[in-house]
Structure formats: C-alpha cells, structure tokens
C-alpha cells in the first residue's frame, strides 16, 4: 500500500502570515490527492481534491499543489480560524489512505 | 442542506457486535457512493470501508475484513456499519462520509460517533 507522509508535524504560525505544509506519497498517485481540515472538536472539512482544486465554500487563501509524490498545501495570509489539523488523502478507491496530519497553531 | 446524522455507538465488550447507522438526507442518496471513516482518541483518520451508490461494491481496509459490513438501503438514505469480533483497536469516532460521483474522496462528513470496546 501507498504511504502518505505529511510534514512537519506542527508549526506555529503568527496571523497574516504564509504557511506550506507537505505530502508524499511512496509512489506516484499522478493529482490523487485530497486535503482536509479538521477543528478541534469538529468534523473534517474537505478542502481540496485532485491536488489544486478548491472545494465549494473554501476560501481562495487555500491552494493545493503538485504532482506524482510531492504535494503543498499553502495558505496565504493565515487567519486565526485556521488554526487546525491538515490531512492529506491519497484519492483511490481501496485503501483510501491519509497522512498523519500536520498540526497548525497560531502564535 | 446535506446532513449526515450517525447513531447506534457507545462501550461494547470485546468480541461483541455493534451496528451504526447513518441517516442522510439534503441529497439524493442512491446517486452517491458512501463511506465510513474513524478516528482514534487522539490520533489521525483513517478510511474503514466503502459502497457503491448502488451497493453492487464494498471496499474494506484490512484489518476490518471479515468483520465489518458496510451496506445501505436507498428507499431510506441510510448507511450502516455492521461491525463484529470488535477488538480495543476498534475503538474511535466513526464518521458517515459521502462519496461524490464515485471519486473515492469525502465532500460530506456526519459529526461523529464515539465507539469505545472494553471490558
């Protein structure tokens, strides 16, 4: 099975600022990547799926990238709501596997 | 408004059986495929197993095949988790996930429902 690596595994990031969090994958998944947040206490919320686009609702700060086994997640001009676990997703049918998660907290 | 609504967890003992339902409703639930996915205490997601949105495909991970049963019924927008031989490792959030269009990523999830296997 595919592994996903998410990087790092937390950072601490002041409001206004630019962030990139990192995925990869083990072996070339082409775009099959989704990227979710998840609030404490809250369910995940999709954000990104085959690697760039942006999900209904989701604010245009968030942009996904890349291709084969390297992927981003920036957010540009972080806002305190942001403050969240990122998960990465490989988009396949079995198993659909996810990263570890990097963890977003804001200064 | 798409909501996902789980119900059916709470403590099991080891070796016993439970079964979770999810109750859709804002979307026509025959169009689109679903999914399960937990979460430990503490730790990250992870996918537990997938139907078609007609229920002719099941997908499991793992450690759950042979166990768990995944399966719905479209005349009432419910999914359901049938889940026997429950171990601790079982122990998590469950959360009801739409499928959209069969692209095998979750646009939708349910709040959550807490399964915890002990003695």
């Known amino acids: 099975n595919i592994v996903m690596t998410q990087s790092p595994k937390s950072m601490s990031i002041s409001v206004g600022d630019r962030v990139t969090m990192n995925c990869k994958a083990s072996?070339?998944?082409?775009?099959?990547i989704a990227w979710y947040q998840q609030k404490p206490g809250q369910s995940p919320k999709l954000l990104i799926y085959?690697?760039?686009n942006r999900y209904t609702g989701v604010p245009d700060r968030f942009t996904g990238g890349g291709y084969g086994t390297d992927f981003t997640l920036t957010i540009n001009s972080v806002q305190a709501e942001d403050a969240a676990f990122y998960y990465c997703q490989r988009i396949y049918n079995s198993p659909p596997t996810f990263g570890a998660g990097t963890k977003l907290e804001l200064k | 408004e798409v909501q996902l609504v789980e119900s059916g967890g709470g403590l099991v003992q080891p070796g016993r059986s439970m079964k979770l339902s999810c109750a859709a409703s804002g979307f026509t639930f025959s169009n689109y495929g679903m999914a399960w996915v937990r979460q430990a205490p503490t730790k990250g997601l992870e996918w537990v197993a997938t139907?078609?949105?007609?229920?002719?495909?099941?997908y499991y991970r793992d450690s759950v095949k042979g166990r768990f049963t995944i399966s719905r019924d479209n005349a009432k927008s419910t999914l359901y988790l049938q889940m026997n031989s429950l171990r601790s490792e079982d122990t998590a959030t469950y959360y009801c996930?739409?499928?959209?269009?069969?692209?095998?990523?979750?646009?939708?999830w349910g709040q959550g429902v807490m399964v915890t296997v002990s003695s």
């Open positions: 996930t739409r499928v959209p269009y069969n692209n095998h990523f979750f646009d939708y």
């Open positions: 085959y690697a760039s």
């Open positions: 139907i078609s949105y007609d229920g002719s495909s099941t």
């Open positions: 072996q070339n998944v082409g775009n099959n």
